[in-house]
């Protein structure tokens, strides 16, 4: 294992974030809520996937040398967790306000 708090304490932290980025976002790919969209779902679980991933390879496989720093590690999840609670939120408002149940009308 690659991480060394006491030695390396920037990288050990980036490859936490990484993993728990991937983490948080395959959750909310597996939340199937109404107010997130297929694509939406999917998108989540790509990065999830993706950050994840890296995380795991830095973590584990990674030997040494140079490695890159995503700074959306921190921003896209941050963003995507802010869009799924807004989004439910507003729909229960809505449902709530309406007395109506929220969803496709034909």
């Known amino acids: 294992m690659n991480l060394d708090f006491s030695g390396h304490p920037l990288f050990s932290w980036y490859v936490i974030l990484l993993l728990l980025s991937g983490v948080v976002m395959l959750a909310m790919a597996a939340v199937k809520a109404e107010s997130q969209s297929v694509g939406w779902r999917i998108f989540n679980a790509l990065l999830g996937l993706g950050f994840a991933g890296y995380g795991i390879y830095l973590g584990f496989i990674f030997q040494g040398g140079t490695y890159i720093v995503f700074f959306k590690?921190?921003?896209?999840?941050?963003?995507?967790?802010?869009?799924?609670?807004?989004?439910?939120?507003g729909r229960r408002k809505a449902a709530a306000a309406g007395g109506q149940t929220v969803g496709r009308h034909r």
Do not use: D
């Open 73 to 89: 590690v921190f921003i896209v999840p941050a963003l995507v967790i802010i869009n799924f609670i807004r989004s439910t939120s």
